[in-house]
T-cell receptor, first 115, second 112 residues
Framework: DVKVTQSSRYLVKRTGEKVFLECVQD?????MFWYRQDPGLGLRLIYF???????EKGDIPEGYSVSREKKERFSLILESASTNQTSMYLC??????????????FGPGTRLTVL | GNSVTQMEGPVTLSEEAFLTINCTYT??????LFWYVQYPGEGLQLLLK?????DKGSNKGFEATYRKETTSFHLEKGSVQVSDSAVYFC???????????FGKGNQVVVIP
């Protein structure tokens, strides 16, 4: 079974803090994704990575950055957390090309609250 | 661009009732189609998928058929249980694109 793990299930931070969310997958997938999920807005893609050290902006990259130094690990960084970044953050991984038709596989999510 | 439309609003039904959640899509070429389920407090799980026209995906009593002529991928289950209460997302992946386009999701509540 594909396993995607996220470093924390719940996180509480203060405005202005630097926040790191970590994601690890164990299936050698090329692609990794960070989404945020908010009521009424569904899932929105923040950033994704298709290879080590490679990244592309998603639909809402402002206020976030990412890092992928190893194939299995993809980090989301909030440089200076703000209250409007309070949300559920979901990490996912998947294969490229035709094998991508198998879908993306998600972690359990991190519920981040910024006070 | 690619997009997925799910019917508006939550769905509330009684145990053993028939469930349908509508999903239509806009995409070029021949996308792959997916249904994901999210149980309370958890991440998304892949429920079923179909990669070409007329394919039927099925899992845990749920089914969906890839209908290219109507650009639809409706989810059905013949007899729901309380444990099926969750949010259901329809998604597509177009050819040559590693991103998924998601619908807004439908909250399903099954009452005993």
């Amino acid at each position: 079974d594909v396993k995607v793990t996220q470093s924390s299930r719940y996180l509480v931070k203060r405005t202005g803090e630097k926040v790191f969310l970590e994601c690890v997958q164990d299936m050698d997938h090329e692609n990794m994704f960070w989404y945020r999920q908010d009521p009424g807005l569904g899932l929105r893609l923040i950033y994704f990575s298709y290879d080590v050290k490679m990244k592309e902006k998603g639909d809402i990259p402002e206020g976030y950055s990412v890092s992928r130094e190893k194939k299995e690990r993809f980090s989301l960084i909030l440089e200076s957390a703000s209250t409007n970044q309070t949300s559920m953050y979901l990490c996912a991984s998947g294969l490229s090309g035709l094998a991508g038709g198998r879908g993306q596989f998600f972690g359990p999510g991190t519920r981040l609250t910024v006070l | 661009g690619n997009s997925v439309t799910q019917m508006e609003g939550p769905v509330t039904l009684s145990e053993e009732a028939f469930l349908t959640i509508n999903c239509t899509y806009t995409a070029t070429g021949y996308p792959s189609l997916f249904w994901y389920v999210q149980y309370p407090g958890e991440g998304l799980q892949l429920l079923l998928k179909a990669t070409k026209a007329d394919d039927k995906g099925s899992n845990k009593g749920f089914e969906a058929t890839y209908r290219k002529e109507t650009t639809s991928f409706h989810l059905e289950k013949g007899s729901v249980q309380v444990s099926d209460s969750a949010v259901y997302f329809c998604a597509l992946r177009s050819q040559g694109n590693n991103r998924l386009a998601f619908g807004k999701g439908n909250q399903v509540v099954v009452i005993p």
